[in-house]
T-cell receptor
Framework: EAEVAQSPRYKITEKSQAVAFWCDPI?????LYWYRQILGQGPELLVQ????????DSQLPKDRFSAERLKGVDSTLKIQPAELGDSAMYLC????????????FGPGTRLTVL | GQQVMQIPQYQHVQEGEDFTTYCNSS?????IQWYKQRPGGHPVFLIQ?????EVKKQKRLTFQFGEAKKNSSLHITATQTTDVGTYFC?????????FGKGTKLTVNP
């Protein structure tokens, strides 16, 4: 069964450093999402891509976060500089064009900022 | 803005007991999705409901979408230890897909 791939699975960094996360969606899925999930909370959408275009980045803290999906396949989420409050699980999800709200999540990247 | 509330936040049951979680939206939804997240895992898609009053079943799980399309429920009959985890609803309003905060289910064997 096809799965969403994410790396790294865990990342520990010091505040003010730069971090980057990578996501490879299920093959053929045009829609890709990045979520942030704080322990005990539901996923919070950061950015949504349709192919290589940003559909929604209204909740993305653009002063420090950036996301790209240059060829409309895999995607990178970057944080620079990282802050203590960025410690969370960063989840990537993808969905087929036939049902954009049916999302398949990757295993996530657990970020700890010291 | 659109809000999706889930209750209860936590539920502890004895194995074999039933469990229900409720999802309520401040606005009318075009659809609602349910996900399960095991401890230490990631959300896994369970089902999507689209039609007013829709009821869908998956083995011991029953999902309902309210007539007004503003609420939904997930009912598990005769819980098992494999049901432990956090159950999230995610509803699509006029603009956004919003996740609830989830209901964490623990099952005592």
């Amino acid at each position: 069964e096809a799965e969403v791939a994410q790396s790294p699975r865990y990342k520990i960094t010091e505040k003010s450093q730069a971090v980057a996360f990578w996501c490879d969606p299920i093959s053929g899925h045009a829609t890709l999402y990045w979520y942030r999930q704080i322990l005990g909370q539901g996923p919070e959408l950061l950015v949504q891509f349709q192919d290589e275009s940003v559909v929604d980045d209204s909740q993305l803290p653009k002063d420090r976060f950036s996301a790209e999906r240059l060829k409309g396949v895999d995607s990178t989420l970057k944080i620079q500089p990282a802050e203590l409050g960025d410690s969370a699980m960063y989840l990537c999800a993808s969905s087929p064009w036939t049902s954009v709200d049916t999302q398949y999540f990757g295993p996530g990247t657990r970020l700890t900022v010291l | 803005g659109q809000q999706v509330m889930q209750i209860p936040q936590y539920q502890h049951v004895q194995e074999g007991e039933d469990f229900t979680t409720y999802c309520n939206s401040s606005t009318t939804l075009s659809n609602i999705q349910w996900y399960k997240q095991r401890p230490g895992g990631h959300p896994v898609f369970l089902i999507q409901l689209v039609k007013s009053g829709e009821v869908k079943k998956q083995k011991r799980l029953t999902f309902q979408f309210g007539e007004a399309k503003k609420n939904s429920s997930l009912h598990i009959t005769a819980t098992q230890t494999t049901d432990v985890g956090t159950y999230f609803c995610a509803g699509r309003g006029s603009e956004k897909l919003v996740f609830g905060k989830g209901t964490k289910l623990t099952v005592n064997p």
